[in-house]
């Protein structure tokens, strides 16, 4: 009877019964700056190594949001002088580079590791030293990226950084055309994070099948877990192909090969193929943790369980293996087949089907409810129409022949900044509105919240509405000026104008977090009266997150507690 | 089939009306006459795009206008309220029936996108080629363009000269596209979608103007520094016009014997490397044949109004117009920059 | 309320818990991810094969290494018969096999180290050649340096067998390396098959 004993959430864990492991009196001491920062630096834990990761993410996001500004600053005006075209094209590389691999993947990854495990009610992840390992890889990963500006030339030279857009195409990435190191720093940093999120997912996926805690059946795993065993996954096979192609563009700059090499048969078609192999599921890498983030957030905020549960596991579950064959939707204008051009058109229209059904479950579970919109909700449900928005802009580049006409415009960045913004950074702003009261015991200021939710969302809306426009009217993308007589000034003077609120919703979520960091309302340990397993413990949880081992019955083990009378699981199949 | 139905019954009012929405604040401030819309297609590739894009609108706004619907309704109708007592909502855990049906309706919409797509797809992309078409084999460059019209002789640059065409005697323009060096991409909107230019993977693109007049267009695929300014100019010319255009440009240079002096410059300080003059010893291919320079509007691909004063500037330093352009500064001295520039005046 | 037990549904009594070893699973994603990378290669094998420009072509320079891939393929076996020997507790026999595996293992190394000599000084294909030399060392360097990571593995195995450190508890983590070598030797299959039958 003793394990299946759960911790109460209303009184503090070290209170209870089976005390053996809290016996430890409450460190009370002041540690010195050299203490707190060895702690954080050796440390395996992965709430810190989740607190660690968002950290990292949230400061490359400042730095490719403040790249991000410097760009509308130049495409405000025609012909503006702003940046020169260098400065512009490396800005604009860095900025899709570090969002991408520095700000989407670490993010994500640090939802990963810090809610998996308390998901599961288990101690940490299953390799908690790789997990280390995988972190700082992928921080020197960044780093390296980011030294490019420095050490880009070498030392001889003037400092340079990539510039050759996050998508590298070949042959412009050979060494007759990117002369200097640049390109270089781009693969290998890339190559090097690239080792840190294999490993972290290996650490994802093995924690969530061999570490979850009694009576916790692969059905009853909240839809946050199963989401992430389904992105590692998909990691694990979109990450390699994109290491294998950078390894082979090094052997083309370093040894002489010929991969991607036009001038000795080499085909620069086929670095299309492989970076895209990667590329298209990476965005299904990046927007499945949102989904993870609705399906905790929605539900509770909702005051509903969510509804579908199987669908929801069957289509996220299908959308990971039809993204696997969608890539060449990339390449409707590089003179595919017919034959080709309508299968990848096909396929890509296939994603709607399993998206659509996450989207119906969503309304579903709100359906009935009673929704509190409090900020994590009004993110989450801005994502949910944002997030609509850009799978129907999808539908419309799925078509082959108006792909011809949107491809590379205008009209495509922003139908993956709805995507990347609209719902993931969206999503994860929620999560984090959500979740940091469990990290750090306090909750984010509600006001500053509402204030960022709404400059944010407004600011967004004013920049990716209006970008769609451009691209209709026949501006291509990566283009560091723009002709007066084109009719694009009006309205890329709007973007900008929306890209600069936005990033004053930023700056008033970081000033948020370090104010609610010192005096934010006390959050104990379940201030959202929620179900799942992390909000059983204390806020922070202690370092072992458990004092025992949590037994569950169902897939919502607080609702159980909270409703003796209505478990769960008499209604789960 | 309902969606021909649909198709057929499209009208100016929802054109308008989403025209209106996405492009008022453009239009607010008076219709740009060159904005390469592509709602604004003259030639048949780009009017087919044009009216499957009003059809994918209409299912896709109709898609956006029942979820959207549906999310403000929930987001108004299940707010938690002041009232509402402590009571948890009713759990409901899911709906074999109702998810069925969420997910039949998805996919007849998907086959019904697809199945119009791939028509259209198979109709642009395997067109069979008329025998009146006119063939133009265009070389992309960093950053300019070469056309070459191996028919009638003719090896232009960055302005594209192509017939008029109708629907009784049509006369296409069927283009090979080549690259030089990295990827390119040729999208001029008004004209037909985009299609690129890779190095070792020749592509083909066909256009049928049906307007004379000029449309104008961009490179659509980052290559290098001066992507932005690699611009297309595409002169739909009437019959007669288009005729004159091709007979002055199979002329070898003119020679004229009063700029001798700027034509020993060109022929002294390298140009002739990279620039060919018909007629003369100049036959470099790197950069743009300047037999018929003067007979063209713009220089740099699109960028300077063609000019004796924007001409020399370009000599003396292209970098303070398309800084990363490939045309270095040939230091040359003011004498010399006036000799040639005179010379190159003559080029008509 | 601190006092109330969560119910059990009734069928978790009846099965014990029992979750899979998380070395396994680890290993059986990290194959996963490999297998990608080695897809990759492989694809850009097939898509080159016959697009060189220029000689030597593979039918000119290669021959098949069997003496090799037999000695490949059988360290497969005699792992086998090491992890076997290890679960039963001998650890004599172990420590034999898996010697014999590191051996074998070596002598495929020293046979492409030797098949790789000839190429580049007497038949003169490098990686810079043309597009074969490019994607036929990029390949076989790529499973090479698989085999070598391999071999580390099993030494450092090796050594702690020989100094006694190795105990019958440890079955299921040399498992897990012997499944990484198992996937070395199927991998080879695949370039053999690619590179020495298909592409010759």
């Known amino acids: 009877m003793a394990d299946s004993t759960f911790p109460n959430p209303a009184v503090p864990i070290a209170g209870g019964a089976h005390g053996a492991l809290d016996v430890t009196p409450p460190d009370v001491r002041k540690h010195s700056v050299l203490e707190i920062l060895h702690s954080w630096i050796t440390t395996v834990d992965h709430k810190k190594l989740g607190i660690l990761y968002m950290l990292y993410g949230i400061f490359f996001l400042l730095v490719a949001g403040a790249e991000a500004i410097a760009i509308r600053i130049q495409l405000a005006v025609p012909n503006n002088h702003f940046l020169s075209p260098q400065v512009y094209n490396r800005f604009f590389t860095m900025h899709g580079t570090t969002m991408v691999f520095l700000v989407g993947m670490t993010m994500i990854f640090g939802f990963a590791n810090y809610l998996v495990p308390l998901m599961i009610g288990a101690r940490d992840m299953a390799f908690p030293r790789l997990n280390a390992f995988s972190f700082w890889v992928t921080a020197f990963g960044g780093l390296l990226l980011y030294y490019s500006f420095l050490g880009g030339s070498g030392l001889y030279g003037v400092g340079n950084a990539p510039d050759v857009g996050w998508f590298a195409y070949a042959p412009l990435t050979a060494r007759a055309f990117s002369p200097g190191h640049a390109t270089d720093y781009w693969a290998i940093a890339l190559i090097v994070s690239g080792f840190g999120t294999v490993g972290t997912a290996i650490n994802v996926v093995a924690t969530a099948l061999c570490m979850r805690c009694k009576g916790m059946t692969l059905m009853r795993m909240p839809l946050f877990v199963w989401l992430f065993v389904v992105v590692s996954g998909l990691t694990l096979v979109t990450i390699t192909p994109l290491t294998a192609a950078q390894i082979m563009l090094l052997v083309d700059r370093y040894l002489g090969g010929h991969f991607f090499d036009t001038q000795a048969g080499g085909s620069a078609v086929a670095w299309m193929h492989f970076f895209w192999i990667f590329g298209h599921p990476e965005v299904y890498v990046l927007v499945l943790p949102a989904f993870a983030i609705a399906n905790e957030v929605i539900p509770v905020f909702s005051r509903k369980a969510i509804f579908g549960y199987a669908a929801m596991v069957a289509a996220s579950v299908g959308i990971a293996f039809v993204s696997l064959g969608v890539w060449a939707h990339h390449m409707f204008t590089v003179g595919m087949t017919s034959a080709s051009n309508a299968f990848f058109t096909l396929s890509t229209m296939l994603v709607g089907i399993p998206t659509g059904i996450k989207i119906f479950n969503w309304l579903a579970t709100m359906w009935g409810g009673r929704i509190r919109f409090a900020t994590p909700m009004l993110f989450l449900t801005a994502f949910v129409f944002q997030f609509l928005l850009s799978g129907l802009t999808g539908i419309m580049l799925a078509v082959a022949p108006w792909n011809w006409q949107l491809h590379n415009s205008y009209f495509v960045i922003a139908h993956f900044h709805y995507v990347l913004v609209g719902a993931i950074v969206t999503a994860i702003f929620g999560g984090i509105y959500y979740w940091f009261p469990k990290a750090t015991g306090r909750m984010l200021n509600e006001r500053l919240g509402k204030w960022h939710f709404w400059l944010f969302t407004i600011g967004f809306h004013i920049t990716f509405d209006v970008m769609h426009i451009p691209g209709l009217l026949g501006m291509p993308r990566s283009i560091y000026t723009y002709e007066a007589d084109r009719g694009w000034g009006t309205l890329n003077m709007i973007v900008s104008i929306g890209g600069v609120i936005q990033g004053i919703a930023v700056l008033i979520f970081a000033y948020n977090m370090i104010v609610s960091l010192r005096s934010g309302e006390k959050a104990g340990n379940d201030p959202w009266d929620a179900w799942t397993l992390e909000w059983a413990t204390s806020s922070p949880p202690p370092d072992y997150n458990f004092a025992t081992d949590p037994v569950v019955s169902s897939r919502r083990p607080l609702w159980d507690l909270k409703h003796p009378e209505d478990p769960d699981w008499k209604y789960e199949a | ?348 | 309320m601190s006092a109330i037990p969560l119910t059990p549904h009734v069928s978790d009594h009846q099965h014990p818990w029992h979750l899979p070893y998380r070395g396994r699973i680890g290993m059986y994603c990290l194959i996963l991810g490999e297998s990608a990378i080695f897809i990759i290669f492989v694809l850009a094998y097939v898509f080159y094969i016959g697009k060189s420009l220029t000689g030597p072509t593979p039918q000119q320079v290669l021959e098949v290494p069997i003496f090799n891939s037999i000695c490949l393929l059988s360290s497969s076996v005699t792992i086998w018969l090491a992890e076997r020997n290890l679960e039963h507790r001998k650890m004599k026999p172990f420590a034999l096999w898996w010697a014999l595996t590191i051996v074998l293992g070596l002598i495929f190394l020293v046979g492409t180290g030797m098949e790789w000599h000839t190429l580049i000084y007497e038949k003169g294909l490098t990686v810079s050649t043309n597009l074969f030399g490019t994607t036929f060392y990029s390949l076989v360097g790529l499973h090479a340096s698989h085999v070598i990571f391999g071999l580390i593995g099993l030494s450092l195995v090796l050594i702690f067998t020989l100094t006694g450190h190795v105990k019958e508890e440890h079955a299921e983590r040399i498992q897990v390396l012997a499944l990484y070598w198992h996937f070395v030797d199927a991998i080879w299959i695949v370039v053999f098959t690619v590179v020495y039958i298909i592409g010759r």
Not at chain 2, 115 to 140: E, G, N, S
Not at chain 2, 151 to 163: C, D, F, K, Q, T
Not at chain 2, 253 to 271: H, L, M
């Open chain 2, 1 to 348: 089939m309902p969606w021909q139905w649909l198709w057929k019954t499209r009208n100016a009012i929802f054109a308008a009306a989403l025209l209106a929405f996405c492009c008022g604040i453009v239009f607010a401030q008076g219709p740009q006459a060159a904005t390469p819309s592509i709602f604004t297609p003259a030639s048949t590739p780009a009017t087919e795009i044009n009216n499957l894009s009003y059809f994918v609108l209409e299912i896709t706004g109709g898609i956006f206008l029942v979820v959207g619907g549906l999310l403000v309704y929930v987001i108004i109708r299940y707010r938690a309220r002041d009232t509402d007592d402590n009571r948890e909502p009713a759990q409901i855990y899911g709906s074999n029936q109702v998810e069925l049906a969420w997910t039949v309706i998805p996919v007849l919409i998907v086959v019904v996108l697809f199945l119009t797509t791939a028509r259209m797809i198979f109709a642009i992309q395997d067109a069979p080629k008329p025998k009146a078409a006119l063939d133009v084999t265009t070389v992309a460059h960093q950053f300019w363009w070469e056309y070459r019209y191996p028919a009638l002789g003719v090896v232009a640059a960055n302005e594209l000269h192509v017939p008029l065409s109708n629907t009784q005697d049509p006369k296409p323009t069927y283009m090979k596209l080549l690259s030089a060096d990295v990827d390119h991409s040729y999208w001029v909107p008004q004209l037909s979608g985009k299609v690129d230019l890779i190095p070792n993977h020749p592509n083909e693109l066909w256009i049928d103007p049906m307007r004379a007049g000029l449309y104008v267009g961009q490179c659509a695929q980052f290559c290098g520094a001066q992507h932005a300014k690699m611009l297309l100019r595409v002169y739909v010319d009437t019959p007669d016009q288009f005729a004159a255009w091709v007979k002055n440009q199979q002329q070898d240079g003119v020679q004229d014997p009063s700029v001798a002096a700027g034509r020993r410059v060109f022929e002294t300080q390298a140009c002739m490397n990279c620039h060919a003059v018909r007629g003369t010893a100049a036959t470099g291919r790197f950069g743009p044949d300047l037999t018929h320079l003067m007979s063209r509007d713009t220089l740099a691909s699109g960028i300077l109004h063609n000019n004796k004063e924007n001409l020399r500037q370009w000599i003396k330093n292209p970098d303070s117009f398309k800084p990363g352009s490939l045309m270095p500064a040939m230091q040359l001295s003011d004498d010399q920059l006036d000799q040639l520039t005179a010379y190159l005046s003559t080029l008509k």
